[in-house]
């Protein structure tokens, strides 16, 4: 009970920070790496997205929408596990009664990995080896 409750308020600070998504300028180092660093410490006991697949869209959704930020220099260091939990999210079916993977047609997953590879590209940083992989398959 306590660790699904501790599971939904990390959904909840995702969806509040792809909310305010726009606002926050790519040179932004206060409040973000913070929340992304937590973030990649708990990864280890992240639950599985069939257990918890709102915070997996939630995941997915906040990583398209800071696909800039998560390429700045700055904070390159959060881009290789957000990638790799967006590649993982393609495995997802994009079909569910309360948190489908789609936006209009497309998978969740695959709009955030084209977001990440514009990004990478507009930033001139090499493309990381997974999103070749993920893009590829």
């Not at 792809?18 to 973030?39: G, I, Q, W």
Request: glycine share 2%.
């Amino acid at each position: 009970q306590q660790q699904q409750q501790q599971w939904f308020a990390v959904e909840a600070c995702f969806h509040a920070l792809s909310c305010v998504s726009k606002r926050v300028p790519a040179d932004e180092n206060t409040h973000l790496p913070h929340f992304f660093n937590l973030f990649l410490q708990m990864k280890a006991s992240l639950p599985s997205s069939s257990s918890f697949p709102g915070l997996w869209r939630s995941v997915v959704l906040c990583v398209g929408l800071y696909a800039d930020w998560l390429f700045h220099p700055l904070h390159e260091a959060c881009a290789p596990l957000m990638l790799e939990l967006t590649t993982q999210s393609l495995d997802l079916p994009q079909s569910h009664p309360v948190w489908p993977m789609t936006v209009k047609q497309d998978h969740i997953a695959a709009v955030s990995l084209m977001k990440l590879a514009s990004a990478a590209v507009s930033c001139k940083r090499p493309l990381p080896h997974q999103l070749y992989c993920s893009v590829a398959a």
